[in-house]
């Protein structure tokens, strides 16, 4: 039977999974990730820490290598991530105030120029809102300021003219503060000229909550006249997993693909890995886990039958 990417594909939307470097060792892993999903995410390697770990020294290596295993497999590539509070280089704290907004260009301008033309899109700015709705403390919003993130654009929209341009964020799938809050800066962008493309809804929910106003959400992003996208999907649970958690899942799972479903400028959803075997959740959660479609041995849950029958 048909893959995911298939289904998504005949849908006009893309169903991808992230990955990362180590991982790409495990071949029965490989095989799964290059027959079953249509895009790819780098979990880690086009962060900052991987992309200038040293001021004004690029390293691409890695990075390179997700995207030509997604080129070789005909799987569009997104770009993750360009400015974030986190998995940045120590040298980035040391920078004087006045000029951090230079490096954050000089950051975007040298990552998004290297993958001008092989990503559709960039996360160029990440986590940026506390819960409340006020922007987040990180260096970046210190020393620069609130115009961080429209510079952020700017500058990725001149080196790579072509990606769709993207801010992403968890706990803004639904309705409430912290999307609000994203809700009213895109509006601003949209106002300003400032070029943003879309907005990333990272989605790493908890088992039996997914937001009732998830479609309602999604739609109003789109009403701005910006695309979603289902970026980063997990649905954890308690460990460990019986049949009514995985049946809460697949039901869960089918929710959040009927949401982009319904909404034309919903490009397409991401799984944050495909597999239980390399999730992060048990490592930043505790006690939690068995987030993802497939489990620990790579065989297909619950979940996954959900995600194939809704597409
Ligand atoms: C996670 C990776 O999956 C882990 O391997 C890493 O140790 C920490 O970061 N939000 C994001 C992602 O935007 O970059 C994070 O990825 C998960 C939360």
């Given amino acids: 039977s048909a893959t995911l990417g298939q289904h998504a594909a005949a849908r006009g939307k893309y169903f991808g999974s992230a990955t990362d470097n180590p991982e790409l060792t495990d071949a029965p892993y490989v095989s799964i990730l290059s027959s079953e999903f249509n895009q790819i995410t780098p979990g880690n390697t086009m962060k900052w820490q991987f992309t200038e770990p040293q001021q004004g020294q690029f390293s691409y290596g ?32 040391s920078v004087p105030a006045s000029q951090l907004l230079g490096v954050m260009r000089n950051h975007v301008t040298n990552v998004a120029g290297h993958f001008q033309g092989q990503v559709i ?3 160029v700015v990440n986590e940026a809102f506390e819960e409340n709705g006020t922007r987040r403390q990180s260096v970046f919003q210190r020393n620069i300021g609130d115009s961080y993130i429209a510079e952020a654009f700017r500058a990725a ?7 769709k341009l993207y801010y992403n964020d968890y706990n803004i799938e639904g309705i409430g503060a912290k999307s609000d809050a994203v809700y009213a800066m895109v509006q601003q962008f949209k106002a300003q000229g400032v070029p943003i493309d879309g907005v990333g809804m990272q989605a790493h929910l908890i088992l039996g909550q997914v937001p009732s106003s998830m ?3 999604i739609q109003r992003f789109a009403a701005l006249g910006v695309d979603v996208a289902i970026t980063e999907l997990d649905i954890r649970m308690n460990l ?4 009514t958690k995985d049946t809460q899942q697949a039901n869960d799972y089918r929710a959040v693909v009927n949401a982009c479903l319904a909404v034309t400028r919903c490009v397409g959803i991401t799984v944050w890995d495909y597999t239980d075997k390399y999730s992060w959740i048990p490592s930043v959660f505790p006690g939690q886990g068995a987030a993802l479609p497939y489990d620990e041995n790579l065989n297909k849950k619950p979940a996954y039958t959900a995600i194939h029958d809704a597409l």
């Avoid at 929209?157 to 990606?163: G, I, Q, V």
């Avoid at 460990?240 to 049949?243: Q, S, V, W, Y």
Wanted: no cysteine; hydrophobic share 30%.
């Fill in 62 to 93: 890695q990075a390179d290598t997700v995207v030509s295993l997604a080129r070789s497999n005909n799987q569009s590539v997104r770009g993750h991530t360009l400015v974030w509070h986190s998995q940045y280089p120590g040298w980035v704290d």
């Fill in 121 to 123: 899109h960039w996360d």
């Fill in 157 to 163: 929209r001149a080196a790579d003219p072509t990606a």
């Fill in 215 to 217: 479609q309602q959400n």
């Fill in 240 to 243: 460990p997993r019986d049949t």
